[in-house]
């Protein structure tokens, strides 16, 4: 028998009081600055009366809706630096208030800015200052933390199968992820998670130990206390531990509960980053990413940050940019990470290969909600209006299939003709829908106890799991691609970072396994970390980009940079309502555009007509930037930028592989045979390679 575990609703509501401390009182005069001046802790001074800001100035701060005087908020008790951490920074002090001010650089620039919140940005906030002792403003653009994609996800995250029986381990877990990605993973990506992956969630979300840094997350358990493991589409084994039908929640407020409570961890609220900061480094030539430009959303005051250890990119996908998506409305979900990456000149890669949930919850006038793959896992099956179940027309294992194909399936169905006589099909999914998902057949106490949030949304739509079938349809759900990392979480351009949904690290492939995001936060989040803060000798890890930025940043030419980018863009005195307007009606345009020519299937005529729109909205989302810059006119301007990325990679992508389809005329077809027999050799060349793991 399974035994959920639950916060109490008192310690639910604790928790979002505490976070919602981080977004302070703004200040009452305007701010346009660029200067980044030390934090003023005399080094020894307790924390528990002086805060570091990392490198903010009083003028920054308070722009960005963070108070410096009095005591920080906090969710309970701050702690110093770790042992390892005290022993291997400045100070080696074995008192834990002073370790920890001693920590402190005297050089305000000294520190990590971490852009999202989401369980990839905390892992390499708390990493990097638990581990290091390296001191890390953290920027979000909701008000509380918890407000990120990661909050929202609902099935779980692989951990590891103990029982010998099931098979379970590097090498099977391995073979999954390279079987749902259609062949296009990077075998050492692949590896990476495999291996650390299960040390990484002990590590960051099992921590049970008294005071402990990191999160204790109170996933269910068996009676007999073991973690309870379930099934998902694409796996071999049982190996996925969960909290419900709700386990980012539990995740997210474990994780960012640690982060925003640790000494060296600064959070800053409703910060919405417009541009990198990047200056060519005045001997070298290289040019390497200093900092960020940042605007407060409610106050549209703005500030130029500097960080010399560098900026890492965490602010998720963007699914949301679609007219159907299973990411909750607002900003996180409209590309930014990539969009930054872009227009800073950094690399990004497989945008193409956006995956869309097979399952969301079809109401008419409503946005998609999603109905997680555990359903499928444990028993769902997906019907025709006729109660016909179809998906092994489409693939041997049915419903379990990887999710594009499941998908696709759903999307084929869905264009047929619902059976006459199918009277679910008008009341539940609105007139002719043909394609059901249906779990009935489950005992009803058990079901609304494996799924009570999705029970919940149910029920106040006076729809019933228990009873009957659930309408649904394919929405945009994940990124695969993304900025292009490499193990370290290094991107194309020095000094900036990239990990979670933002990056593209070739773990995915052409098609996400399911559970595996919010794993790969963990493990490349920590990555970035471990790379920026390494010490050791045989590897300088990101001393090398610290010391390359300390050199900008002392030259002077990054004080020119940050005035010249901020010139001609009017300080935000309060975003016209004209302003707003244009930009929803816009955004909305380009929504529908990614929907209809760059969504489930696509054509070469189709995504060169996306293109040219996109192209449109883009001039017309910079131009309303420029005039008033606020979050909903960067937002558009960061989503105008990303859909031009995906559509631009899938019109050069002539093969159908994983999530990327498009049907091609008879000589796109020949040349895109050509492209697939390359992808095979290389294909066979890896996977040979990777063998002998």
């Known amino acids: 028998m399974l035994t959920t575990s639950r916060l109490s609703l008192e310690a639910s509501a604790s928790l979002r009081r505490r976070l919602s401390d981080v977004a302070a009182a703004s200040a009452a005069r305007p701010l346009l600055s660029t200067e980044v001046d030390s934090s003023g802790i005399t080094p020894g001074t307790p924390r528990r009366t002086q805060r570091n800001f990392g490198g903010l100035s009083s003028r920054a701060a308070r722009g960005l809706g963070v108070e410096r005087s009095g005591p920080p908020p906090v969710?309970?008790?701050?702690?110093?630096?770790?042992?390892?951490?005290?022993?291997?920074?400045?100070?080696?002090?074995?008192?834990?208030?002073?370790?920890?001010?001693?920590?402190?650089?005297?050089?305000?620039?000294?520190?990590?800015?971490?852009?999202?919140?989401?369980?990839?940005?905390?892992?390499?906030?708390?990493?990097?200052?638990?581990?290091?002792?390296?001191?890390?403003?953290?920027?979000?653009?909701?008000?509380?933390?918890?407000?990120?994609?990661?909050?929202?996800?609902?099935?779980?995250?692989?951990?590891?199968?103990?029982?010998?029986?099931?098979?379970?381990?590097?090498?099977?877990?391995?073979?999954?992820?390279?079987?749902?990605?259609?062949?296009?993973?990077?075998?050492?990506?692949?590896?990476?998670?495999?291996?650390?992956?299960?040390?990484?969630?002990?590590?960051?979300?099992?921590?049970?130990?008294?005071?402990?840094?990191?999160?204790?997350?109170?996933?269910?358990?068996?009676?007999?206390?073991?973690?309870?493991?379930?099934?998902?589409?694409?796996?071999?084994?049982?190996?996925?531990?969960?909290?419900?039908?709700?386990?980012?929640?539990?995740?997210?407020?474990?994780?960012?509960?640690?982060?925003?409570?640790?000494?060296?961890?600064?959070?800053?609220?409703?910060?919405?980053?417009?541009?990198?900061?990047?200056?060519?480094?005045?001997t070298t030539g290289e040019r390497v990413c200093v900092g960020a430009h940042v605007m407060n959303r409610r106050t549209l005051s703005r500030t130029s940050l500097a960080a010399s250890r560098g900026v890492v990119l965490a602010s998720g996908g963007l699914g949301g940019i679609y007219e159907h998506s299973t990411n909750p409305a607002g900003f996180n979900a409209l590309g930014s990470s990539a969009a930054l990456a872009r227009r800073a000149g950094a690399r990004n890669e497989d945008l193409e290969y956006v995956q869309f949930h097979p399952t969301s919850l079809y109401i008419p006038g409503e946005a998609r909600f999603l109905l997680t793959e555990a359903l499928r896992g444990e028993g769902a099956i997906l019907r025709d209006a006729g109660g016909r179940a179809f998906a092994r027309d489409y693939h041997p294992d049915g419903e379990l299939a990887p999710r594009d194909v499941v998908a696709r399936a759903v999307f084929a169905e869905s264009q047929k003709s619902a059976s006459s006589g199918a009277d679910d099909g008008e009341e539940e999914g609105g007139e002719g829908h043909n394609t059901f998902l249906d779990i009935s057949h489950r005992d009803s106490d058990w079901l609304r106890g494996r799924f009570p949030s999705i029970d919940a949304h149910l029920s106040r739509r006076r729809l019933d799991i228990t009873r009957r079938p659930l309408p649904v349809i394919p929405a945009a759900h994940y990124t695969c691609g993304g900025i292009s990392t490499d193990s370290h979480g290094r991107t194309t351009l020095r000094g900036l970072y990239a990990a979670g949904e933002a990056a593209r690290t070739g773990l995915h492939g052409g098609n996400r396994l399911a559970s595996t995001s919010l794993l790969e936060g963990l493990v490349y989040g920590a990555a970035v970390a471990d790379f920026v803060g390494a010490r050791g000798d045989d590897d300088d890890g990101g001393r090398e980009a610290a010391e390359l930025a300390r050199d900008v940043l002392h030259s002077g030419r990054a004080d020119l940079l940050l005035d010249e980018t901020l010139a001609g863009v009017p300080d935000g005195g309060g975003a016209s309502a004209r302003a707003v307007s244009d930009a929803a009606r816009l955004l909305n345009r380009l929504k529908r555009t990614m929907w209809d020519d760059v969504g489930l299937v696509r054509t070469p005529r189709g995504l060169d007509r996306a293109l040219d729109r996109l192209d449109e909205i883009g001039a017309e989302a910079e131009e309303l930037y420029r005039e008033a810059p606020c979050a909903e006119t960067s937002g558009l301007r960061d989503a105008a930028e990303a859909g031009a990325g995906v559509a631009g990679a899938a019109r050069e992508n002539r093969v159908s592989r994983g999530a990327h389809t498009i049907l091609l005329d008879e000589e796109d077809t020949a040349a895109a045979a050509e492209d697939s027999d390359d992808d095979d050799e290389e294909e066979e060349e890896m996977l040979g390679a990777g063998s002998g793991m």
Do not use: M
């Open 75 to 282: 969710l309970g008790r701050r702690r110093g630096l770790s042992a390892s951490a005290a022993a291997t920074g400045p100070s080696s002090s074995s008192s834990s208030s002073s370790s920890s001010s001693s920590a402190i650089p005297s050089d305000p620039h000294d520190r990590l800015l971490v852009v999202g919140s989401g369980v990839a940005g905390c892992s390499a906030a708390l990493i990097a200052a638990e581990r290091y002792g390296v001191p890390v403003t953290l920027l979000f653009a909701g008000s509380v933390p918890t407000d990120c994609n990661s909050y929202w996800a609902q099935g779980g995250i692989i951990y590891r199968n103990p029982d010998p029986s099931s098979g379970d381990g590097p090498e099977s877990l391995s073979a999954d992820v390279h079987r749902a990605g259609a062949g296009l993973c990077v075998d050492e990506a692949v590896r990476k998670v495999a291996r650390e992956g299960p040390d990484r969630v002990k590590e960051l979300l099992l921590d049970d130990s008294p005071d402990g840094p990191f999160a204790n997350v109170p996933f269910d358990r068996e009676d007999c206390g073991s973690l309870s493991l379930c099934l998902e589409a694409s796996h071999s084994a049982p190996r996925i531990i969960h909290w419900a039908d709700h386990t980012g929640k539990a995740i997210t407020e474990g994780i960012t509960r640690a982060a925003v409570n640790h000494p060296l961890v600064t959070p800053v609220a409703e910060a919405v980053v417009t541009d990198l900061a990047v200056e060519v480094h005045p």
